[in-house]
């Protein structure tokens, strides 16, 4: 593991993706200066965090996959119907929980399928169940 550099990041750090510890040409840039700029008045509306060399919200959500993904089946017919987009959306988005519960209790599950389960981790299974139900 490389060493940390003055500010505390690891220097051969690229930073996570919303930024923070992101390198600008030479030098690092840290979570104060990413706060200073989010602060800045002048900044407002403006995705400092890409600029630094993060990546951006859109980028790091692939908005324009989940974006596009609604076809109503009544406009490639030729007959739209208006409320078929708000069914495709309230369905898209209740397969996107169903995932999330799935990933929590398959995490869960797999903590108990080791030999050595701690109680120690009890809260946190209960703190994955409660975001589930």
């Known amino acids: 593991m490389a060493a940390p550099n003055s ?4 220097s051969t750090s690229t930073g996570c993706p ?3 510890g992101a390198r ?3 030098r690092t840039i840290n979570r104060s200066e990413v706060d200073s700029l989010v602060d800045d008045e002048n900044q407002e509306g403006v995705n400092v ?3 630094a060399g993060g990546v951006s919200y859109g980028d790091y959500l692939q908005l324009d996959k989940i ?3 609604q076809e109503p089946q009544s406009r490639i017919q030729g007959k739209e119907v208006h409320d078929e987009h708000l069914f495709i ?3 898209q988005a ?3 929980w169903f995932k999330q519960v799935i990933f929590e209790i398959d995490s869960i599950r797999d903590w108990f399928m080791k030999e050595s389960f701690k109680e120690t981790r009890m809260l946190e299974v209960i703190k994955r169940l409660h975001r589930v139900v």
């Not at 500010?7 to 690891?10: E, I, K, S, W, Y």
Request: glycine content about 14%.
């Open 18 to 20: 919303a930024g923070y």
């Open 94 to 96: 209740y397969e996107l």
């Open 67 to 69: 974006l596009t993904a």
């Open 89 to 91: 959306i309230t369905h």
């Open 7 to 10: 500010n505390g990041f690891l």
């Open 24 to 26: 600008r040409g030479s």
């Open 49 to 51: 965090l890409a600029d």
